[in-house]
């Protein structure tokens, strides 16, 4: 069953179940960082990769900083693009 | 390692018009998409489209996406792989590919990233209670599956897709609770939005959504007036009965690959969010790799198409491919993008182009 404190939560990345507050809480600590923020929280590590949080983040830390979204360096997009079997990897590559 | 003339990334409007346009030039395509059928969102799309008759006006994005893809599948030139996810691209210039538990390299001598948009959603309390969908899940349950999201809806974002998704609800036998927008102005076709309204649907302009409630499942929304400076006016929330919490507040460019090749990248709102740098020909900073439709910028599909078309046309001309028309059909697609861009409505597309050239 689902707590008190558990109620009314606004979740930010529904991938890793992170709330608005958690996140916040982490800003206000001065971690303003993208990287830093998904390095500790796992934050847009997801099955989605950041593609739902990523610009909700963007903006919150934009807002507490003061800097304009433009500025807020994004986190290097890495290959692969998507969630992939290790099975399949180890498969190999087909090069024909 | 896979060589081919031409690698198209996304079977949506802009990618089907880019293989059929490089095609049409005699070039070698490969066309990839992760789902298991070719149209990308036109699939949803049951309405009539607007324009000129050259942009298929009249005509429903779902018959477009058939016939086009139709078009392609018969096309000895185009090899389809659908069901093949694009994993990255690597700094040599390689494709890599997932199909059916297979790995394939692909090293295409011009690369077509057509891979579309992704929705965006909203931060309000509860956000994570089933019912709140976005808009375009909504449009493929009832559209493509013919299954009912709910039975009472509350749209939030009054653009085109809320309010054309709001009018298909209405078609489906949903009701339509309200249609709320945090702008001071609906952001859709007037001939749209009017549909709704006269069906009794109320729009709400500079409002928007306080918190979801509902134990286990959205019972309710509510509700509250904007001030100027977009701060919920305090008295003014309302409680709007619903099953359904329908979000259409926006899309953002899927640009993944393009961040992977290195192509120079500018954040720009009027286009959805980050958007790749990119000459009159749709080719970006990478040399040989171009773009077309929502990756580059959030538009709508007769757009996409039109780019499609150019960055077919471009790229199946720079490997040396050419007719007797090809500087009138070239200018023909630019003609058609210029009049789709033209006037008061075009006005924030044509801002934001105005800031990714190159």
């Given at each position: 069953m689902c707590q008190e404190k558990d109620k009314n939560l606004t979740i930010l990345c529904r991938c890793e179940d992170i709330t608005l507050d958690e996140i916040r809480e982490y800003i206000n600590q001065g971690i303003t960082d993208l990287e830093q923020l998904k390095r500790l929280l796992r934050v847009g590590m997801g099955p989605c990769q950041g593609r739902t949080c990523t610009p909700l983040l963007v903006n919150e830390i934009a807002r507490a900083t003061g800097r304009p979204v433009k500025d807020i360096p994004l986190t290097v997009f890495r290959q692969p693009t998507t969630a992939v079997k290790l099975g399949v990897l180890a498969g190999g590559i087909n090069h024909e | 390692m896979r060589q081919?003339?031409?690698?198209?990334?996304?079977?949506?409007?802009?990618?089907?018009?880019?293989?059929?346009?490089?095609?049409?030039?005699g070039a070698q395509v490969i066309l990839i998409d992760r789902n298991d059928y070719l149209g990308g969102q036109l699939i949803k799309q049951t309405h009539r489209f607007f324009g000129s008759k050259q942009q298929r006006a009249s005509e429903r994005g779902i018959d477009i996406a058939l016939?086009?893809?139709?078009?392609?599948?018969?096309?000895?030139?185009?090899?389809?792989?659908?069901?093949?996810?694009?994993?990255?691209?690597?700094?040599?210039?390689?494709?890599?590919?997932?199909?059916a538990g297979k790995i394939m390299a692909i090293k295409p001598e011009r690369f077509i990233v057509a891979t579309g948009g992704a929705e965006k959603t909203l931060l309000f309390p509860n956000n994570d209670l089933p019912g709140v969908y976005g808009a375009g899940a909504v449009q493929t349950l009832v559209n493509v599956f013919g299954v009912k999201p709910g039975k009472r809806v509350l749209m939030v974002g009054a653009g085109n897709i809320g309010v054309i998704v709001s009018?298909?609800?209405?078609?489906?036998?949903?009701?339509?609770?309200?249609?709320?927008?945090?702008?001071?102005?609906?952001?859709?076709y007037w001939v749209h939005a009017a549909k709704v309204v006269r069906a009794g649907v109320p729009i709400y302009t500079r409002h928007t959504i306080l918190r979801a409630e509902g134990e286990g499942e959205v019972k309710r929304a509510v509700i509250a007036q904007l001030d100027d400076n977009w701060q919920p006016i305090p008295g003014s929330e309302k409680e709007i009965e619903a099953d359904v919490i329908c979000l259409s507040v926006g899309l953002t460019p899927l640009t993944e690959l393009l961040w992977q090749a290195g192509c120079q990248m500018i954040f720009v709102p009027e286009l959805g969010g980050n958007v790749p740098l990119r000459n009159e020909q749709l080719e970006t900073s990478v040399a040989g790799l171009y773009v077309a439709g929502d990756v580059s910028g959030i538009e709508e599909a007769s757009a996409a198409m039109m780019e499609g078309a150019l960055?077919?046309?471009?790229?199946?001309?720079?490997?040396?491919?050419?007719?007797?028309?090809?500087?009138?059909?070239?200018?023909n697609v630019l003609d058609q993008l210029a009049g789709l861009r033209s006037g008061p409505v075009g006005e924030k597309i044509r801002k934001g182009l105005a800031q990714c050239s190159l």
């Open positions: - | 081919i003339e031409i690698a198209i990334v996304g079977g949506g409007p802009a990618g089907l018009a880019a293989a059929l346009n490089a095609s049409k030039l016939e086009l893809a139709n078009e392609v599948m018969a096309n000895e030139k185009i090899e389809v792989l659908t069901e093949a996810t694009a994993l990255g691209h690597y700094e040599d210039g390689v494709l890599l590919v997932e199909q009018y298909q609800l209405l078609q489906a036998g949903v009701e339509v609770a309200a249609i709320i927008e945090g702008a001071p102005r609906i952001g859709a960055a077919g046309i471009n790229a199946a001309a720079s490997l040396g491919y050419t007719s007797d028309t090809l500087a009138d059909d070239r200018q």
